[in-house]
């Protein structure tokens, strides 16, 4: 094999993958029989696989990171130039996009300072987690190493974020975990008939709360920080209620923790504003980022953090332990903040935030108006074009409906031409949410496309 292929002979391409391809997240056992999908070609909304058939993409690449849509020649464009000028230099080195690209973020993100490359989101957090022990280690006498995470919440997929991860059946089978990682209640409005004393009014207030309780618990002098997921993602959709995050807030500033916020899919534009802690006028010292910060066009994630942060790693350059002694590798790539600068040009000069936010509002709409005719959503909720529709068998009860049927759902709308979410878990083992989160760049047709599809879907699996 030579590594050339005609571009008509997909088949090939398919015999390929089905004997040296393992795929992300999936049981290969079906390919001994199925074909693996193949993904060839994307414009605008549009993907097209290998069959040439058309799907209307209702989630951005399959998790949240697509935003601005395929085939953006200025994107392609950018990314190419800069490949021909510097591909890579380490990142103890600058480099051009990498500090323009720096220079934006931090325009968009008052209050903070300081942009950190990394390979991933997980290790983006895993940047952030060093930093809170280092920190531990240089001003609290090795005290103060902690980490705080809250329940349903993901943070990656490397030992020590999985360490902080809130969703137990994908940790199943990886332990022993990195130690000081504290679990913290979730705070989902629809389920809080599960935790112990949740009130009826207030109850955002109550949860922010539970964090306080689990401080107490652990030791003030022993927690350094607070990890959260502005709008929670792969546990659920779950958006925090009022109340919740001034109350974080106000707890981590008493306590004298860090908050870290977890934008690595809320980041750059999916929920309506750059970031989604900016929904809720949150404060945070460490915030990480990557799929939406190029659309997928080139690998780049990042650490935010803010001056005050960065000056206790500079304070005695006398002592040789006194700086972030880390890297990674392709931090130093230099396409990536070439196709992110471009991204969030995009993103300005198209006006999509706002469209992410009318858009959004028109799918909620869509959703609810399918409530009256589909007994089996239970909740519709989620902020700008990040949304998710629970199933359930009963609202009286909020039993989930079993996994097979909520995947049969999507697996009908994918037969009508349109990607939605494989469902994600609200409850733990049960993937019964439906997401969607299309491209910001989503029109009314698009959308009102998405919302039949799932309409003609639930109909067909439900009756
Ligand atoms: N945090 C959140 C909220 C995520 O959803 C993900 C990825 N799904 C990650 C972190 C990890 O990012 P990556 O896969 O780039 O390591």
């Known amino acids: 094999m030579d590594g050339t292929f005609n571009e ?50 209702a989630v951005s690449g399959g998790v949240w990171t697509v935003n601005v849509g395929y085939g953006r020649e200025s994107i392609c464009k950018a990314v190419y130039d800069q490949l021909m000028k510097l591909c890579y230099f380490a990142n103890s080195a600058g480099s051009i996009p990498g500090s323009i690209f720096a220079e ?60 902080a991860g809130g969703q137990d059946e994908r ?7 990195a130690p000081d990682f504290v679990r913290v209640p979730h705070c989902m409005e629809y389920r809080k008939h599960e935790l112990d004393g949740a009130p009826e009014e207030n109850f955002g207030e109550w949860a922010a709360d539970q964090i306080e309780q689990v401080i107490l618990r652990e030791g003030p002098d022993t927690v350094g920080a607070l990890c959260l997921e502005p709008v929670t993602a792969g ?44 929904q809720y006028g949150v404060k945070p010292d460490f915030v990480t980022m990557a799929k939406g910060v190029a659309s997928g066009y080139a690998a780049i994630a990042c650490m935010v953090t803010t001056e005050e942060v960065f000056d206790m790693f500079k304070d005695d350059a006398s002592d040789p332990l006194n700086y972030f002694r880390d890297i990674s590798t ?4 230099t396409a990536g903040p070439a196709a992110a600068i471009e991204n969030m040009r995009i993103i300005q000069d198209e006006n999509l935030l706002q469209n992410c936010t009318d858009m959004g509002n028109r799918m909620v709409g869509n959703l609810q108006a399918l409530m009256e005719k589909h007994k089996v959503i239970g909740d519709v909720r989620g902020k700008g074009l990040f949304l998710g529709a629970e199933l359930v068998v009963d609202r009286a009860t909020k039993e ?8 049969a759902v999507v697996a ?52």
């Open 8 to 57: 008509n002979d997909l088949s090939r391409v398919v015999e390929a993958d089905r004997a040296h391809v393992w795929h992300h997240l999936i049981q290969h056992k079906p390919f001994e029989t199925n074909d693996p999908r193949i993904i060839v070609e994307g414009k605008g909304m549009r993907v097209w696989d290998q069959k040439g058939k058309e799907h209307l993409d």
């Open 104 to 163: 934006m973020l931090i325009e968009k993100m008052p209050g903070m300072s300081r942009v950190y490359y990394t390979n991933s989101g997980s290790e983006a957090n895993e940047k952030a987690f060093k930093m809170v022990r280092q920190i531990a280690h240089k001003r609290y006498g090795g005290k103060k190493t902690k980490i705080m995470y809250r329940d349903r919440d993901y943070h990656g997929s490397t030992l020590a974020a999985m360490s």
């Open 171 to 177: 940790n199943a089978q990886y332990g022993p975990f």
């Open 235 to 278: 546990g659920g959709v779950i958006e925090a209620p009022e109340g919740y995050w001034q109350r974080v807030q106000e707890i981590c500033k008493k306590y004298d923790i860090l908050l870290h916020i977890d934008e690595v899919v809320c980041g750059v534009g999916r929920t309506g504003t750059w970031f989604g802690y900016q």
């Open 330 to 333: 392709f931090g130093g790539c």
């Open 400 to 407: 989930p409906v079993d996994e097979k049927m909520a995947q």
């Open 412 to 463: 009908d709308c994918m037969s009508q031409g349109v990607i939605i979410g494989a469902t994600n878990r609200s409850v733990p083992g049960k993937n019964n949410t439906l997401c969607f989160s299309p491209a910001l760049i989503a029109t009314a047709d698009d959308i009102d496309q998405i919302t039949d599809a799932v309409d003609g879907a639930l109909g067909r699996v439900f009756g």
